[in-house]
């Protein structure tokens, strides 16, 4: 089913709208919520959840990438239940790693003083994302957003680990100055 017609489905909220969704892009969202999660408990119940927020979300919302809608939507739930089970103590999962990595270039945000400031921050990291070469920038989401290990990434491009890591440390550098030069270092 296309996109557009499942999306009409929420407008409609009709029910069908939710197994249309669970049914094209569910292990899409379970893979994302497990690069992060790590659990598969947990995962399902992230997607699930996608599932209930995505159905409050629309309307009002529209879509323009349902996927992507999803794929934020998941990530987001599954960084909360990432940070609720790991409150006292970090774990060794593969978002620990991506979280440290990201560290030297943004702060944890726990510091920011308004909303309208971390909103301007995502959208000069946005406009950076954006200006990198197509493999850079795939490899720097892939990573950053979907949080997928490097191994993962360099044979997804045909890559050696050592250039994944090098391309990532290079483009962590780069966001950097960028985010210096904006004033946000």
Not at 89 to 116: H, N
Not at 119 to 136: A, P, S
């Amino acid at each position: 089913m296309e996109d557009s017609t499942i999306i009409e489905l929420y407008w409609q909220k009709n029910a069908d709208a939710i197994s249309e969704t669970a049914n094209k892009y569910g292990a899409y969202c379970f893979t994302i919520a497990e690069n992060i999660l790590h659990s598969v408990e947990d995962s399902e119940e992230c997607v699930n959840d996608t599932w209930l927020h995505t159905w409050n979300a629309i309307p009002p919302q529209k879509p323009n990438v349902f996927r992507m809608f999803l794929a934020k939507i998941t990530r987001n739930l599954s960084f909360n239940r990432f940070n609720a089970r790991n409150a006292e103590k970090r774990g060794g999962s593969e978002i620990t790693f991506v979280l440290d990595e990201l560290g030297e270039c943004v702060s944890d945000g726990s510091d920011v003083e308004a909303a309208y400031e971390a909103m301007e921050l995502e959208q000069c990291i946005c406009h950076f994302v954006r200006t990198l070469q197509e493999r850079d920038r795939n490899v720097f989401v892939r990573r950053y957003f979907f949080t997928e290990p490097i191994p993962v990434i360099a044979k997804r491009y045909g890559l050696t680990v050592n250039n994944t890591t090098v391309i990532l440390s290079r483009t962590r550098k780069k966001l950097k100055l960028k985010l210096m030069k904006e004033g946000y270092l």
